[in-house]
């Protein structure tokens, strides 16, 4: 019983250690963005990198996401969905943005 | 109207039937859609007369309708399938026909010619090919990997009830108001509401969105089957090669369908709430529309086309007597085309005035697929190499599909390239290409699989003349119909145009209507196959239900199957699992023990929120809000209510297992074994005599 | 270690289930994963269309006149908060602290959830009165299109949970009542991700593009 007590006590220090780590990152990027003006030369940059640090956390702390033998199938998931994302977004952001571009071009000759 | 009537039934009025176009304004073209209607109306008519007729209102329901096995919601989408292929056949011919009495204005109006186009591409993609390539993965997959149902038997039933609902819809449009004009890619602005202000357009987005939820939880149903549900020993690369076909086939669906979902829910918000995605006016930008829809369009014609190459890996390798060649490249060839389509979805607007780097980008990564593609061929044909051919009607569907196929393919790596697109696109050029692919490469792979699974699905085989007879019409009226396509498309004739001018397009007009009679008698001659194969039943009988050596496990149990498919779960030892058992002699072997086996109950849900979702569609098309919102309401409820449902299993005791199993097990052992010579005679009964010495 | 913790499912795991349901539990929650990943595209694709977008404006309010982050920040707290306590209900199930706990838990999820909407809402609302609604420009159709898309799962989400508590009480925590609460809070995290690129590339990446 004992073993089961310590082992709640780890979980669930887990889930509040997530917790604390992705408010942190949050409140940074609020913190920053609201300081400095997300228009400000890299100030986006450093708050989609904090972004990508929570989503990060967030898998590993309250999804258990990781490298263990037994989540290798969800990993494999994941990671194949995020490269048909990727694909499917920056496809998408490519191509309509060259089109703008080229027809904002159109209109200044 | 006044304003109760426009609460109680939106925009619905009697001028919505074509009977009324007909009083007012008596023509050809009101002839065409009302004799349309009524060809629609009587069919029903007819169907219900002879269900009550037989009685048959009782097993209808018990037995099929609120059925989960596999199997029956299997058959159940093929045959839903064919009843959409007729309505499509006959849109194709009527459209050859007006194009071939030409030159000028023909006998239809161009707005009905303009449906006539919609709901030909909308029903033959949709209603015809995804639900044929559905109902064979839902049959034979499960049979194939050794499993007794697919993860989510209940969640299959829905697939179904909202595939079907979907279907309806455009079944629907036929005898109230009209579909849209806007062709089975319905792009905006013309689909908007400002250029569209009817109905036509709404018919399309809600029969697409609810059958696309459909498709989609049969997606993941499918991957999930087979990643959880494989029998002991049956790892990865010992897969039936149809069965990888299908893994890939559903990732397509899985990540391909919601582009198409989001297309069509954007067009709705723009035509429902004039929001502003794809209008001219107000930031509006339609090229969001053609990116959304071909990144779900190009991934959607290889969900379609894989699991066709499935089909033929298994036909080839079942009557070539032989392994099938090649397996590890069919899987890795298979496995890169699943991921290159995600990367080529650009090829459909070349024209759309992005810089040439970018189509060169899609050009370079379109051309690719021609790689694996071609692996694929020549694996085919090394699999026939020295095998011990038998031209049965699947590997003649199969010759003609590989001779077809290459065709269609070498235009496609033509079209490939943007500058010569730029000079095709949007002819009949690219009609002839899409169809030299999508008759050869899917339909005749299902006609094929129809042959090939017919006897394990009803446990008789089907009559081989009338499919020699159809084989011949589909190959000769494809021919006719779609080759002098490619010659007036080279001559600049637009796609989708109701009238032209031109006589040097005449004699191509004229072979090509002859092709489409053809493929009429084609599509007719499978109807007497049926009729035939089921008079002559007794003949062809194959109880024991390996009618043709077959080498996956599907084979290995008795035709028509028993609703728990297998009385033991095979164990795997080898690819191609049921040969490997018939060479080492541990086929028909009688298994140590049983145990009971659980299955899903029957249950109504899919019916109804089949029912519901069309009622729902219907709601939504003539702004009938009071409808929609309360079918919403019931339908959320009766989800809700199924969740509280705890007894979802019957038991089938290990005693009547056995019973049943053993009563098989001996009638194999007194069935007389059949040689590859008599295939086709009555003497097979389904026991084949392994002759393939060498050959495994 | 009994048998079934050498088998935990990866994502949310419940502890003792019994063995001859793990299988079955296994395949609902990977078909689960595989829905989510489904539903991932969509929100991906708004997103895409959301950035392809931002300047389509057409002369109505942008994000400068329209973005309130102090709000933001709240539904932000908020939905994270939401987030542990779900995590920390499934602890006290699988750790058998008394259903009380699990209660709690849900409830405090369930009323951290309808905060989140009402704010939601509410920034919506303001929105509006700026005139900043989806029928002025292509801008505001792309954010209309995303952000409410996730409010709406969040909706689902609480209408789930209290079904959830009532089929606890109903039919009691069985093994497929639990396996039902995995899923839910899979789905939970889930919109918690997608919320963490609302906040960074709808709201920041609006202002910071717009």
């Given at each position: 019983?004992?073993?089961?007590?310590?082992?709640?006590?780890?979980?669930?220090?887990r889930y509040i250690r997530g917790f604390l780590f992705a408010l942190a990152l949050t409140l940074t990027a609020f913190g920053i963005g609201h300081l400095y003006?997300?228009?400000?030369?890299?100030?986006?940059?450093?708050?989609?990198?904090?972004?990508?640090?929570?989503?990060?956390?967030?898998?590993?702390?309250?999804?258990?996401?990781?490298?263990?033998?037994?989540?290798?199938?969800?990993?494999?998931?994941?990671?194949?969905?995020?490269?048909?994302?990727?694909?499917?977004?920056?496809?998408?952001?490519?191509?309509?943005?060259?089109?703008?571009?080229?027809?904002?071009?159109?209109?200044?000759? | 109207?006044?304003?109760?009537?426009?609460?109680?039934?939106?925009?619905?009025?009697?001028?919505?039937?074509?009977?009324?176009?007909?009083?007012?304004?008596?023509?050809?073209?009101?002839?065409?859609?009302?004799?349309?209607?009524?060809?629609?109306?009587?069919?029903?008519?007819?169907?219900?007369?002879?269900?009550?007729?037989?009685?048959?209102?009782?097993?209808?329901?018990?037995?099929?309708?609120?059925?989960?096995?596999?199997?029956?919601?299997?058959?159940?989408?093929?045959?839903?399938?064919?009843?959409?292929?007729?309505?499509?056949?006959?849109?194709?011919?009527?459209?050859?026909?007006?194009?071939?009495?030409?030159?000028?204005?023909?006998?239809?109006?161009?707005?009905?010619?303009?449906?006539?186009?919609?709901?030909?591409?909308?029903?033959?993609?949709?209603?015809?090919?995804?639900?044929?390539?559905?109902?064979?993965?839902?049959?034979?997959?499960?049979?194939?990997?050794?499993?007794?149902?697919?993860?989510?038997?209940?969640?299959?039933?829905?697939?179904?009830?909202?595939?079907?609902?979907?279907?309806?819809?455009?079944?629907?449009?036929?005898?109230?108001?009209?579909?849209?004009?806007?062709?089975?890619?319905?792009?905006?602005?013309?689909?908007?509401?400002?250029?569209?202000?009817?109905?036509?357009?709404?018919?399309?987005?809600?029969?697409?969105?609810?059958?696309?939820?459909?498709?989609?939880?049969?997606?993941?149903?499918?991957?999930?089957?087979?990643?959880?549900?494989r029998a002991p020993g049956m790892g990865f690369m010992r897969l039936p090669m149809f069965c990888w076909t299908v893994i890939c086939s559903s990732i397509l669906?899985?990540?391909?369908?919601?582009?198409?979902?989001?297309?069509?829910?954007?067009?709705?918000?723009?035509?429902?709430?004039?929001?502003?995605?794809?209008?001219?006016?107000?930031?509006?930008?339609?090229?969001?529309?053609?990116?959304?829809?071909?990144?779900?369009?190009?991934?959607?014609?290889?969900?379609?086309?894989?699991?066709?190459?499935?089909?033929?890996?298994?036909?080839?390798?079942?009557?070539?007597?032989?392994?099938?060649?090649?397996?590890?490249?069919?899987?890795?060839?298979?496995?890169?085309?699943?991921?290159?389509?995600?990367?080529?979805?650009?090829?459909?607007?070349?024209?759309?005035?992005?810089?040439?780097?970018?189509?060169?980008?899609?050009?370079?990564?379109?051309?690719?697929?021609?790689?694996?593609?071609?692996?694929?061929?020549?694996?085919?044909?090394?699999?026939?190499?020295?095998?011990?051919?038998?031209?049965?009607?699947?590997?003649?569907?199969?010759?003609?599909?590989?001779?077809?196929?290459?065709?269609?393919?070498?235009?496609?790596?033509?079209?490939?390239?943007?500058?010569?697109?730029?000079?095709?696109?949007?002819?009949?050029?690219?009609?002839?290409?899409?169809?030299?692919?999508?008759?050869?490469?899917?339909?005749?792979?299902?006609?094929?699989?129809?042959?090939?699974?017919?006897?394990?699905?009803?446990?008789?085989?089907?009559?081989?003349?009338?499919?020699?007879?159809?084989?011949?019409?589909?190959?000769?009226?494809?021919?006719?119909?779609?080759?002098?396509?490619?010659?007036?498309?080279?001559?600049?004739?637009?796609?989708?145009?109701?009238?032209?001018?031109?006589?040097?397009?005449?004699?191509?007009?004229?072979?090509?209507?002859?092709?489409?009679?053809?493929?009429?008698?084609?599509?007719?001659?499978?109807?007497?196959?049926?009729?035939?194969?089921?008079?002559?039943?007794?003949?062809?009988?194959?109880?024991?239900?390996?009618?043709?050596?077959?080498?996956?496990?599907?084979?290995?149990?008795?035709?028509?199957?028993?609703?728990?498919?297998?009385?033991?779960?095979?164990?795997?030892?080898?690819?191609?699992?049921?040969?490997?058992?018939?060479?080492?002699?541990?086929?028909?072997?009688?298994?140590?023990?049983?145990?009971?086996?659980?299955?899903?109950?029957?249950?109504?849900?899919?019916?109804?929120?089949?029912?519901?979702?069309?009622?729902?569609?219907?709601?939504?098309?003539?702004?009938?809000?009071?409808?929609?919102?309360?079918?919403?309401?019931?339908?959320?409820?009766?989800?809700?209510?199924?969740?509280?449902?705890?007894?979802?299993?019957?038991?089938?005791?290990?005693?009547?297992?056995?019973?049943?199993?053993?009563?098989?097990?001996?009638?194999?052992?007194?069935?007389?074994?059949?040689?590859?010579?008599?295939?086709?005679?009555?003497?097979?009964?389904?026991?084949?005599?392994?002759?393939?010495?060498?050959?495994? | 270690?009994?048998?079934?913790?050498?088998?935990?499912?990866?994502?949310?795991?419940?502890?003792?289930?019994?063995?001859?349901?793990?299988?079955?539990?296994?395949?609902?929650?990977?078909?689960?994963?595989?829905?989510?990943?489904?539903?991932?595209?969509?929100?991906?694709?708004?997103?895409?269309?959301?950035?392809?977008?931002?300047?389509?404006?057409?002369?109505?309010?942008?994000?400068?006149?329209?973005?309130?982050?102090?709000?933001?920040?709240?539904?932000?707290?908020?939905?994270?908060?939401?987030?542990?306590?779900?995590?920390?209900?499934?602890?006290?199930?699988?750790?058998?602290?008394?259903?009380?706990?699990?209660?709690?838990?849900?409830?405090?999820?369930?009323?951290?959830?309808?905060?989140?909407?009402?704010?939601?809402?509410?920034?919506?609302?303001?929105?509006?009165?700026?005139?900043?609604?989806?029928?002025?420009?292509?801008?505001?159709?792309?954010?209309?299109?995303?952000?409410?898309?996730?409010?709406?799962?969040?909706?689902?989400?609480?209408?789930?949970?209290?079904?959830?508590?009532?089929?606890?009480?109903?039919?009691?925590?069985?093994?497929?009542?639990?396996?039902?609460?995995?899923?839910?809070?899979?789905?939970?995290?889930?919109?918690?991700?997608?919320?963490?690129?609302?906040?960074?590339?709808?709201?920041?990446?609006?202002?910071?593009?717009?």
């Open positions: 019983m004992d073993d089961k007590h310590a082992e709640h006590a780890r979980e669930r220090s003006g997300p228009q400000t030369p890299y100030v986006y940059l450093a708050i989609g990198v904090l972004g990508l640090l929570q989503l990060i956390v967030q898998l590993a702390y309250f999804l258990h996401i990781d490298r263990r033998r037994d989540s290798r199938e969800d990993l494999d998931l994941i990671l194949f969905s995020t490269m048909v994302l990727l694909i499917i977004i920056l496809g998408t952001v490519w191509i309509l943005g060259d089109l703008h571009m080229r027809m904002q071009m159109g209109m200044q000759m | 109207m006044s304003a109760f009537e426009t609460t109680l039934f939106g925009r619905l009025s009697w001028d919505a039937l074509p009977l009324a176009a007909l009083l007012k304004n008596p023509g050809t073209n009101e002839i065409v859609a009302n004799a349309a209607g009524a060809i629609l109306v009587l069919g029903a008519a007819v169907v219900l007369f002879v269900l009550s007729y037989f009685r048959l209102w009782g097993v209808l329901w018990r037995d099929w309708l609120t059925s989960t096995d596999h199997k029956k919601l299997g058959i159940m989408y093929i045959v839903f399938a064919l009843v959409m292929l007729a309505r499509g056949v006959l849109e194709g011919v009527v459209m050859r026909a007006q194009q071939a009495a030409g030159p000028g204005d023909g006998f239809l109006e161009a707005g009905h010619f303009a449906q006539l186009f919609s709901t030909h591409g909308t029903i033959m993609i949709f209603f015809v090919a995804v639900p044929f390539v559905v109902g064979f993965i839902n049959f034979i997959m499960p049979l194939q990997i050794g499993a007794r149902d697919v993860a989510f038997p209940v969640m299959n039933q829905i697939s179904l009830g909202l595939t079907v609902s979907g279907g309806m819809m455009l079944m629907v449009s036929l005898v109230v108001g009209e579909f849209s004009t806007g062709g089975w890619t319905a792009y905006p602005p013309y689909t908007g509401a400002a250029f569209n202000p009817g109905v036509g357009p709404d018919y399309w987005i809600w029969a697409i969105v609810v059958s696309g939820i459909g498709t989609t939880l049969s997606g993941i149903n499918f991957a999930v089957t087979i990643y959880k549900m669906i899985i990540f391909a369908m919601p582009p198409l979902g989001v297309a069509a829910l954007l067009l709705a918000a723009d035509r429902y709430l004039d929001f502003h995605f794809f209008t001219n006016d107000l930031g509006g930008n339609m090229m969001n529309y053609a990116n959304l829809f071909w990144l779900f369009g190009h991934p959607e014609v290889y969900l379609l086309v894989l699991p066709a190459y499935g089909i033929y890996s298994e036909v080839f390798a079942t009557f070539s007597a032989k392994k099938l060649y090649g397996y590890v490249s069919l899987v890795i060839a298979t496995m890169s085309i699943a991921v290159l389509s995600f990367t080529v979805w650009l090829h459909h607007f070349f024209t759309m005035g992005q810089s040439a780097l970018i189509n060169a980008v899609f050009g370079v990564a379109t051309m690719l697929i021609a790689i694996p593609t071609g692996v694929k061929v020549y694996d085919w044909m090394a699999t026939m190499y020295r095998g011990r051919i038998r031209l049965s009607v699947p590997m003649l569907y199969g010759i003609g599909f590989l001779i077809l196929f290459v065709i269609g393919g070498l235009s496609g790596v033509i079209l490939a390239n943007p500058t010569i697109d730029f000079q095709v696109h949007n002819t009949l050029f690219l009609v002839a290409h899409f169809h030299n692919v999508l008759l050869p490469g899917v339909l005749f792979a299902m006609l094929a699989g129809v042959n090939y699974w017919f006897p394990k699905a009803f446990g008789f085989r089907l009559n081989e003349r009338w499919g020699r007879i159809s084989v011949a019409l589909w190959v000769v009226g494809f021919l006719f119909t779609f080759m002098p396509l490619y010659f007036v498309g080279l001559m600049g004739m637009p796609r989708r145009s109701f009238n032209w001018e031109d006589p040097s397009f005449q004699p191509y007009m004229i072979a090509a209507v002859i092709g489409a009679l053809i493929i009429l008698c084609g599509l007719l001659s499978v109807l007497v196959q049926l009729y035939v194969s089921i008079r002559d039943r007794a003949q062809n009988r194959v109880p024991v239900g390996d009618p043709w050596d077959g080498r996956t496990l599907e084979w290995s149990i008795p035709a028509p199957p028993p609703a728990y498919n297998f009385a033991v779960l095979p164990q795997v030892r080898d690819r191609d699992a049921f040969a490997e058992a018939k060479e080492s002699g541990t086929a028909y072997l009688k298994p140590t023990g049983y145990d009971d086996i659980e299955l899903p109950k029957n249950t109504s849900i899919g019916f109804l929120l089949c029912v519901l979702s069309g009622v729902w569609m219907f709601a939504l098309v003539w702004w009938i809000w009071w409808l929609a919102l309360g079918v919403t309401v019931a339908m959320l409820l009766i989800v809700i209510v199924w969740t509280f449902a705890t007894e979802t299993e019957v038991v089938i005791p290990a005693a009547q297992v056995k019973a049943e199993h053993e009563a098989w097990l001996a009638l194999v052992a007194r069935t007389p074994a059949v040689d590859r010579d008599d295939e086709a005679a009555p003497a097979n009964l389904g026991y084949a005599r392994p002759d393939m010495e060498g050959a495994t | 270690m009994s048998h079934s913790d050498h088998q935990t499912y990866p994502g949310i795991n419940l502890g003792d289930i019994d063995p001859r349901h793990q299988q079955r539990v296994e395949t609902a929650q990977f078909g689960f994963w595989v829905f989510i990943m489904s539903d991932l595209v969509y929100f991906g694709l708004m997103f895409a269309i959301y950035i392809t977008m931002i300047d389509a404006q057409a002369g109505g309010p942008g994000p400068h006149e329209l973005f309130d982050l102090r709000s933001l920040f709240a539904q932000t707290v908020l939905l994270l908060t939401s987030s542990m306590t779900v995590g920390l209900a499934s602890l006290a199930l699988k750790y058998h602290l008394g259903l009380g706990r699990v209660y709690l838990w849900l409830v405090a999820t369930l009323l951290l959830g309808l905060g989140f909407l009402t704010l939601e809402i509410m920034d919506f609302m303001n929105m509006a009165a700026k005139g900043g609604v989806p029928q002025r420009s292509g801008f505001l159709s792309a954010f209309y299109g995303l952000v409410p898309l996730h409010g709406l799962h969040v909706a689902t989400g609480c209408l789930w949970l209290v079904i959830l508590m009532i089929q606890m009480r109903v039919i009691g925590v069985t093994d497929q009542i639990k396996s039902r609460l995995m899923r839910f809070g899979l789905f939970w995290h889930f919109l918690d991700l997608i919320w963490i690129g609302i906040f960074t590339i709808v709201y920041f990446g609006g202002l910071a593009y717009g």
